[in-house]
């Protein structure tokens, strides 16, 4: 045991001794006779001063909260007016010889000054409860309770000294009556504590030296005057060394977890208040009697409002109950993030519905969301999956059930027969039409629609829908496809097609081809466009428009674009310096959203440049409009290259909807016309709203890039007469087949030479 625990313990053992020989005084005095009745007086004034210097002593030397140091300097101060008073009886006893002297009116004072304080103490106490219901059931259980004891004790203790034939003094029955409601009291108090700072074995003890006064009443009420002798000498010392207890426990206190309060308190006050109903009831009843029958009539009624405050809990507890198995049921069957339904519940609502007749199901999967997760971050992509949720749950409305299925791939099980999927795809794909989320991102989407009769195996369904779904990707962003039979194979063959890229990259069948951009009046070759192509061991030249949407899908179109970049660039530092620095003015090598979003693509840029010695100023990365609106990351990484020196196209300009607004925001250099407003330019149709809205549209773009000072480029030129309107519209440059297909890099050094030669010439 530590210093600091037996400084407590010899308090405990001095209020002991002083107990132990007060009780042998008093055997000795009981045969003898020998010596003053009022020695009897002296042990507990002398004991209480003890206890009240113990709880000093651990108020200056223990660590204490405020909570408890409240307490304790509280019950300091209570065994400090009752160890006065009781002095001021024991020196009242020494002068007056009758062995119950009468108690001084300043010793009532003193000691009962002593008992409030301490009851006040007690009721201090936290009880660790946080919600006012709670605070007010338990005050009824403690009311319940203390009512029930108090008039036991009150019965037996008090009861007989009020109405026997001895007169008791008004100061002696108030102490004992408040040493009865410190018991009453304290126990209660403390079968309601759940944890606290104030030691719950310290607090019993406290509580038990109020019930002290009952044995010293029993006695009393039992030995008459000479019962005050053993009351005084022998039951009221054991007071003084329960409060020192009670203090040497609060030492060793290091705090306790905390605990569930009593609930069988009041019932058991209830059976103790039927103990003195039963004593009255055969004899004549005394206003005292009285009393009791009425507190215990006022028990059972407070028990019966405990009982419906009970009654009225437990509703209250089975509706929290019933809401807590209705949100774990939600749960079961509700996307966390996005608050859809989840696999689960798509799957049975999709069994019943095949099991009653057909079902149709749409298959909805976000384009490129693993690239803006990977590169954003997750925070910004389960932002985007929210967003999606909402457009799905406001196109889809009424007519069916959207799902989240996990990642970024998503359902809609429609509900409405009446609804056809194509018509449901087309509103989710309208509503996608613009950026979302608080980041506004531009995200397209890919759907599958398959629909089943009654019978089909709900895999089979999901199955279906899958290849319709892949089928759209294979198509190209923001497409539906309604699944058919035939339709798995293809889809099969796009797969492979995956696995074939990867081996090609690593086999080194790609090679870049570059397509001339002509100035239109001198038809002077000015800069290329690099375009990536596939030499296939077996199939010979396999297609952009086959493999780019394989390599988009797969990610493969990150490490592709990176061959060429580098490939392209190093051509471009070749030629400059077989031809000289007016060669060439633009290397363009397409760059698609998924390089974007690559964290490095910036770094890699920069490191192929120095690879090279090409000019940061004479490559040009052609962009598509929705490759650009994708995001902060996006932009960051077009602004870094922007420093650079790097230049951009916006290609296929036109075909979006917001190509305006965004040359406002995007650092473009070049702005490409749309083949599509190329095509049938030069026909002159007066009238012919086709012809005047291409037109129209070229003047537009033309006169807008005069405006922001950029170059325009003419793309998918077929003929002489589209080159002669364009000139008329104030274009200066173009690409297209009319004026050079594609070719090797063999084929265009040649150009290249003719060209340097017939300048010469």
Same mark, same amino acid.
């Given at each position: 045991?530590?210093?600091?625990?037996?400084?407590?313990?010899?308090?405990?053992?001095?209020?002991?001794?002083?107990?132990?020989?007060?009780?042998?005084?008093?055997?000795?005095?009981?045969?003898?006779?020998?010596?003053?009745?009022?020695?009897?007086?002296?042990?507990?004034?002398?004991?209480?001063?003890?206890?009240?210097?113990?709880?000093?002593?651990?108020?200056?030397?223990?660590?204490?909260?405020?909570?408890?140091?409240?307490?304790?300097?509280?019950?300091?101060?209570?065994?400090?007016?009752?160890?006065?008073?009781?002095?001021?009886?024991?020196?009242?006893?020494?002068?007056?010889?009758?062995?119950?002297?009468?108690?001084?009116?300043?010793?009532?004072?003193?000691?009962?000054?002593?008992?409030?304080?301490?009851?006040?103490?007690?009721?201090?106490?936290?009880?660790?409860?946080?919600?006012?219901?709670?605070?007010?059931?338990?005050?009824?259980?403690?009311?319940?309770?203390?009512?029930?004891?108090?008039?036991?004790?009150?019965?037996?203790?008090?009861?007989?000294?009020?109405?026997?034939?001895?007169?008791?003094?008004?100061?002696?029955?108030?102490?004992?009556?408040?040493?009865?409601?410190?018991?009453?009291?304290?126990?209660?108090?403390?079968?309601?504590?759940?944890?606290?700072?104030?030691?719950?074995?310290?607090?019993?003890?406290?509580?038990?030296?109020?019930?002290?006064?009952?044995?010293?009443?029993?006695?009393?009420?039992?030995?008459?005057?000479?019962?005050?002798?053993?009351?005084?000498?022998?039951?009221?010392?054991?007071?003084?060394?329960?409060?020192?207890?009670?203090?040497?426990?609060?030492?060793?206190?290091?705090?306790?977890?905390?605990?569930?309060?009593?609930?069988?308190?009041?019932?058991?006050?209830?059976?103790?208040? =039927?103990?003195?109903? &039963?004593?009255?009831?055969? +004899?004549?009843?005394?206003?005292? !009697?009285? #009393?009791?029958? @009425? /507190?215990? %009539?006022?028990?059972?009624?407070?028990?019966?409002?405990?009982?419906?405050?009970?009654?009225?809990?437990?509703?209250?507890?089975?509706?929290?109950?019933?809401?807590?198995?209705?949100?774990?049921?939600?749960?079961?069957?509700?996307?966390?993030?996005?608050?859809?339904?989840?696999?689960?519940?798509?799957?049975?609502?999709?069994?019943?519905?095949?099991?009653?007749?057909?079902?149709?199901?749409?298959?909805?999967?976000?384009? =490129?969301?693993?690239? &803006?997760?990977?590169?954003? +971050?997750?925070?910004?992509?389960? !932002?985007? #999956?929210?967003? @999606? /949720?909402? %457009?799905?749950?406001?196109?889809?409305?009424?007519?069916?059930?959207?799902?989240?299925?996990?990642?970024?791939?998503?359902?809609?099980?429609?509900?409405?027969?009446?609804?056809?999927?194509?018509?449901?795809?087309?509103?989710?794909?309208?509503?996608?039409?613009?950026?979302?989320?608080?980041?506004?991102?531009?995200?397209?989407?890919?759907?599958?629609?398959?629909?089943?009769?009654?019978?089909?195996?709900?895999?089979?369904?999901?199955?279906?829908?899958?290849?319709?779904?892949?089928?759209?990707?294979?198509?190209?962003?923001?497409?539906?496809?309604?699944?058919?039979?035939?339709?798995?194979?293809?889809?099969?063959?796009?797969?492979?097609?995956?696995?074939?890229?990867?081996?090609?990259?690593?086999?080194?069948?790609?090679?870049?081809?570059?397509?001339?951009?002509?100035?239109?009046?001198?038809?002077?070759?000015?800069?290329?466009?690099?375009?990536?192509?596939?030499?296939?061991?077996?199939?010979?030249?396999?297609?952009?428009?086959?493999?780019?949407?394989?390599?988009?899908?797969?990610?493969?179109?990150?490490?592709?674009?990176?061959?060429?970049?580098?490939?392209?660039?190093?051509?471009?530092?070749?030629?400059?310096?077989?031809?000289?620095?007016?060669?060439?003015?633009?290397?363009?090598?397409?760059?698609?959203?998924?390089?974007?979003?690559?964290?490095?693509?910036?770094?890699?840029?920069?490191?192929?440049?120095?690879?090279?010695?090409?000019?940061?100023?004479?490559?040009?990365?052609?962009?598509?409009?929705?490759?650009?609106?994708?995001?902060?990351?996006?932009?960051?990484?077009?602004?870094?290259?922007?420093?650079?020196?790097?230049?951009?196209?916006?290609?296929?300009?036109?075909?979006?909807?917001?190509?305006?607004?965004?040359?406002?925001?995007?650092?473009?250099?070049?702005?490409?016309?749309?083949?599509?407003?190329?095509?049938?330019?030069?026909?002159?149709?007066?009238?012919?709203?086709?012809?005047?809205?291409?037109?129209?549209?070229?003047?537009?773009?033309?006169?807008?890039?005069?405006?922001?000072?950029?170059?325009?480029?003419?793309?998918?030129?077929?003929?002489?007469?589209?080159?002669?309107?364009?000139?008329?519209?104030?274009?200066?440059?173009?690409?297209?087949?009319?004026?050079?297909?594609?070719?090797?890099?063999?084929?265009?050094?040649?150009?290249?030479?003719?060209?340097?030669?017939?300048?010469?010439?």
């Amino acid at each position: 045991m530590t210093a600091d625990h037996r400084a407590p313990l010899r308090y405990v053992v001095a209020t002991g001794v002083v107990a132990l020989v007060s009780s042998l005084w008093f055997a000795g005095w009981a045969i003898t006779g020998i010596g003053p009745a009022a020695v009897s007086f002296l042990a507990l004034p002398l004991g209480a001063a003890i206890t009240a210097f113990a709880a000093f002593d651990l108020l200056r030397r223990a660590p204490l909260s405020v909570p408890a140091r409240r307490f304790w300097r509280s019950l300091t101060a209570a065994f400090a007016g009752i160890g006065v008073g009781y002095s001021i009886l024991a020196v009242a006893g020494f002068r007056d010889t009758s062995i119950l002297p009468v108690m001084p009116t300043a010793a009532a004072v003193f000691a009962g000054i002593g008992f409030l304080i301490a009851m006040w103490a007690m009721g201090r106490v936290p009880l660790g409860i946080g919600s006012a219901g709670e605070r007010w059931r338990q005050l009824l259980d403690r009311a319940i309770a203390f009512l029930g004891g108090s008039t036991v004790l009150f019965h037996f203790g008090l009861a007989p000294m009020i109405g026997g034939e001895r007169i008791w003094s008004i100061q002696a029955l108030v102490l004992l009556g408040l040493s009865f409601t410190l018991a009453v009291g304290g126990i209660t108090k403390v079968s309601y504590i759940r944890g606290g700072p104030i030691d719950r074995t310290a607090l019993r003890l406290i509580g038990l030296t109020g019930s002290v006064g009952a044995a010293v009443a029993l006695l009393m009420v039992l030995g008459g005057d000479p019962g005050t002798i053993p009351a005084q000498a022998v039951a009221m010392p054991i007071a003084p060394v329960l409060g020192t207890l009670a203090v040497y426990r609060q030492w060793r206190f290091t705090g306790a977890a905390p605990r569930r309060a009593n609930t069988w308190l009041p019932y058991l006050a209830v059976a103790a208040v =039927d103990v003195p109903l &039963i004593a009255v009831i055969p +004899g004549a009843l005394t206003w005292t !009697d009285k #009393l009791v029958i @009425v /507190a215990s %009539v006022l028990v059972t009624g407070l028990v019966t409002v405990r009982q419906f405050v009970v009654f009225r809990e437990n509703a209250r507890l089975l509706r929290e109950k019933r809401a807590s198995e209705e949100r774990l049921q939600h749960e079961a069957t509700h996307d966390g993030l996005t608050g859809l339904a989840n696999r689960a519940l798509f799957r049975r609502r999709l069994g019943e519905q095949l099991e009653r007749g057909g079902a149709t199901v749409l298959l909805v999967d976000l384009d =490129d969301f693993k690239t &803006i997760n990977d590169s954003l +971050g997750h925070d910004v992509g389960d !932002d985007l #999956l929210m967003a @999606v /949720a909402a %457009v799905l749950r406001d196109a889809t409305g009424a007519d069916g059930l959207p799902v989240r299925l996990g990642g970024d791939e998503f359902a809609v099980l429609i509900s409405e027969p009446t609804i056809l999927g194509e018509t449901l795809a087309q509103r989710i794909l309208d509503a996608f039409a613009g950026p979302l989320s608080t980041h506004r991102l531009l995200v397209h989407a890919s759907i599958g629609i398959a629909t089943a009769p009654a019978g089909t195996t709900l895999d089979r369904l999901l199955r279906d829908a899958d290849v319709a779904m892949y089928a759209a990707k294979q198509r190209g962003k923001a497409n539906w496809v309604r699944y058919h039979d035939g339709m798995a194979q293809p889809v099969a063959d796009h797969a492979q097609l995956g696995g074939e890229l990867l081996r090609a990259l690593d086999a080194g069948e790609f090679t870049v081809h570059y397509q001339p951009i002509v100035a239109l009046h001198t038809g002077r070759i000015v800069g290329v466009e690099a375009l990536a192509r596939w030499m296939h061991p077996t199939r010979g030249m396999v297609s952009p428009a086959e493999f780019i949407p394989a390599a988009e899908s797969t990610g493969l179109i990150v490490p592709l674009g990176r061959f060429v970049l580098r490939e392209a660039c190093r051509q471009a530092a070749a030629w400059l310096a077989e031809f000289g620095p007016d060669a060439l003015q633009k290397f363009g090598p397409n760059v698609s959203a998924r390089q974007l979003h690559d964290p490095d693509f910036v770094a890699d840029v920069q490191a192929v440049l120095a690879e090279s010695g090409l000019p940061a100023d004479r490559l040009v990365l052609e962009l598509t409009e929705s490759a650009v609106l994708r995001g902060q990351q996006v932009s960051r990484a077009l602004y870094q290259l922007h420093e650079l020196g790097v230049r951009m196209a916006l290609d296929d300009f036109g075909t979006g909807e917001s190509s305006l607004s965004l040359l406002r925001s995007f650092p473009a250099a070049i702005i490409k016309l749309d083949k599509s407003f190329v095509d049938g330019i030069e026909l002159d149709e007066p009238g012919s709203p086709e012809a005047d809205a291409r037109q129209a549209v070229a003047r537009a773009v033309m006169q807008l890039a005069l405006a922001l000072g950029l170059d325009t480029v003419a793309e998918g030129i077929e003929n002489r007469a589209q080159v002669d309107r364009l000139l008329d519209l104030g274009y200066s440059l173009g690409q297209g087949y009319h004026l050079a297909r594609p070719m090797p890099a063999e084929a265009m050094t040649r150009l290249l030479a003719d060209q340097r030669d017939f300048a010469s010439a």
